[in-house]
């Protein structure tokens, strides 16, 4: 069974930092694509950023410059580095892994708050 566990939210000042990670698990083949989405609440669960297994990336336009994605393919784990945070930028964050051939697979999400 895969399983992709999050890790690295929480509670931050505006201006402030943080790094989600997030490791996926429970199989032997590496994701096609991992990636970050998030949910504000009263909102739609959005895109963050996603990476291929080859490296391309994609960014949610409002993100680009402050939110930089990145994975380690040897260890199936995925990373957001998140600069500048804004309270619009709270939000429980999800990381997403799709797999050829047997589809998307999602974490539990971490809660990041950020504070005024």
């Known amino acids: 069974q895969v399983q992709l566990v999050e890790s690295g939210g929480g509670s931050v000042q505006a201006g402030g930092s943080l790094r989600l990670s997030c490791v996926a698990s429970?199989?032997?083949?590496?994701?096609?694509?991992m990636g970050w989405y998030r949910q504000a609440p009263g909102k739609q669960r959005e895109l963050v950023a996603t990476m291929s297994v080859g490296g391309s990336t994609n960014y949610a336009d409002s993100l680009k410059g402050r939110f930089t994605i990145s994975r380690d393919n040897a260890k199936n784990t995925v990373y957001l580095q998140m600069n500048s945070l804004k309270p619009e930028d709270t939000a429980v964050y999800y990381c997403?892994?799709?797999?050829w051939g047997s589809g998307d697979y999602w974490g539990q999400g971490t809660q990041v708050t950020v504070s005024s």
């Open positions: 429970g199989t032997g083949a590496s994701p096609i694509a």
């Open positions: 997403k892994g799709t797999w």
